[in-house]
């Protein structure tokens, strides 16, 4: 009897651990609810090469321990999809990540977090098309600065698409952003993760991160005046273009989060949330994409370069033309000496 009473209460002790680790493990996810449904975690595969309700789309691939958008090569793109449509109005997504490569001064291109009407298009926006419905949150690891802009690398941005506006990642997306920050996640030995939170009660949206190994969250924006409907889909993309990384996806935990009674609107029972437009107060007044007169940074180094190229063969011939007037002449004064 007394055997069996230790074991039960060592059960017990060892449920209570498992829960705290789990608690610690997801501090922002206290006092809401796991949707499975909407989750992806270890393992990963289901019957064959099939993730349950995921879609993989380009390069993507599974191993035992992450699934990697692109691998650390030029030109790839990859997508992960979940095909189940969010109807819920208050959500959280714990995404766990790991962004590296061999490159040191210079890689990209990055990857973005996706809650979208569109599942599995490819375009320019990170692998994904750039004239989205809905919520992109961009993690953009490219280091040589694009547009009129002072921010520092990796970046994370958020923005409201309507199906017309288009990401512009030739500007960083600085165009059309709601908020933004700089986040160093790229190319860390220890664990990296972000929260996207979206609670549309308050019609707020929040980005937090933990990228610097203290297991503490900072707060990378918390922006207010953000509309998105419900119905759409969450996804992950990358992209390589000359430079690359290798962009994993470790988990992604969707949260039902508890909104206080009261905070919730009371128009809310009265409105279709399946029918609100993606908007933001905040954002910045979409720009068409305008080429910059001077060129971008690599442009303008391309044609310095040239020009130096084709200086230096000019010089040259210029050299050789008057080497072989030099050696004549000292031929012709010979030849009138004898």
């Not at 191993?63 to 109005?89: A, E, F, M, V």
């Not at 490219?142 to 990796?154: A, C, I, L, T």
């Not at 909104?259 to 437009?277: H, M, N, R």
Request: some cysteine; aromatic content about 14%; overall charge negative.
């Amino acid at each position: 009897m007394a055997q069996c009473t230790l074991n039960q209460i060592y059960l017990i002790f060892t449920s209570f651990l498992l829960l705290c680790t789990e608690l610690l493990a997801d501090p922002e996810a206290q006092g809401s609810y796991l949707k499975r449904e909407h989750s992806l975690m270890k393992p990963y595969q289901g019957a064959g090469m099939t993730i349950p309700d995921w879609d993989l789309g380009g390069n993507t691939f599974v191993s035992n321990d992450y699934i990697r958008l692109t691998p650390d090569h030029q030109s790839k793109r990859g997508s992960l999809w979940n095909n189940i449509p969010c109807y819920l109005h208050n959500w959280e997504m714990l995404i766990h990540f790991s962004v590296h490569g061999q490159g040191t001064t210079m890689f990209g291109d990055g990857f973005a977090f996706w809650y979208a009407r569109d599942r599995l298009r490819e375009g320019p926006a990170f692998g994904s098309q750039s004239n989205f419905y809905g919520l992109g949150v961009f993690f953009d690891t490219y280091n040589n600065h694009n547009g009129e802009h002072s921010h520092e690398h990796p970046y994370i941005s958020a923005m409201i698409g309507n199906g017309s506006n288009a990401y512009d990642h030739d500007r960083d997306g600085t165009h059309n952003q709601v908020e933004g920050c700089s986040a160093q996640f790229r190319g860390q030995e220890h664990e990296t993760f972000a929260i996207v939170r979206y609670l549309g009660a308050k019609e707020r949206l929040t980005v937090l991160t933990d990228v610097d190994g203290r297991g503490e969250w900072r707060e990378c924006f918390d922006v207010r005046g953000v509309k998105l409907p419900t119905g759409l889909y969450f996804g992950v993309s990358a992209a390589t273009g000359e430079l690359a990384d290798n962009h994993d996806i470790k988990s992604m935990k969707l949260f039902e989060v508890e909104v206080p009674e009261g905070d919730e609107k009371k128009a809310g029972d009265e409105v279709d949330l399946t029918q609100i437009v993606p908007f933001a107060d905040g954002a910045e007044k979409y720009r068409d994409h305008i080429d910059d007169p001077k060129g971008s940074f690599s442009t303008r180094t391309s044609k310095i370069f040239t020009w130096l190229f084709w200086f230096a063969v000019i010089v040259c011939i210029l050299c050789g033309v008057g080497f072989y007037f030099y050696q004549k002449q000292q031929v012709d004064a010979r030849k009138r000496f004898y």
